[in-house]
């Protein structure tokens, strides 16, 4: 079992950063491919970017890409979500996610675990 938990989110200005921290529990940290999603009021979750075990891969929705960068440190068991130049339609609950398949996936129905989520608020 792996313990998720989501910390940064906040209440920030179009055109301001923040970074978003997600430190699993246990020693299987290294095990699973990480993800982050999102979801706003009314739509549906989607697929944000996600990081291969080693960190040597990257994946990122259109949305996105440029803006924000996905890491992971797996010596201190943590993943991250630099995001910068935001925007109000950024705004969401952001979610962190640990999968055990065997590439990186942008389907959230493929990632085992789900952290309880932190609310990124982009004011315009």
Request: hydrophobic content about 30%; aromatic content about 12%.
């Amino acid at each position: 079992q792996v313990q998720l938990v989501e910390s940064g989110g906040g209440l920030v200005q179009a055109g301001d950063s923040l970074r978003l921290s997600c430190a699993p529990s246990g020693r299987s940290f290294r095990s699973y491919h990480m993800g982050w999603f999102r979801q706003a009021p009314g739509k549906e979750r989607e697929f944000v970017a996600a990081v291969s075990r080693s960190g040597d891969n990257t994946y990122y929705a259109d949305s996105v890409k440029g803006r924000f960068t996905i890491s992971r440190d797996n010596a201190k068991n943590t993943v991250y979500l630099q995001m910068n130049s935001l925007k109000p339609e950024d705004t969401a609950v952001y979610y962190c996610a640990a999968d055990r398949g065997v590439i990186p996936s942008t389907n959230g129905a493929t990632y085992d675990y789900w952290g309880q989520g932190t609310q990124v608020t982009v004011s315009s």
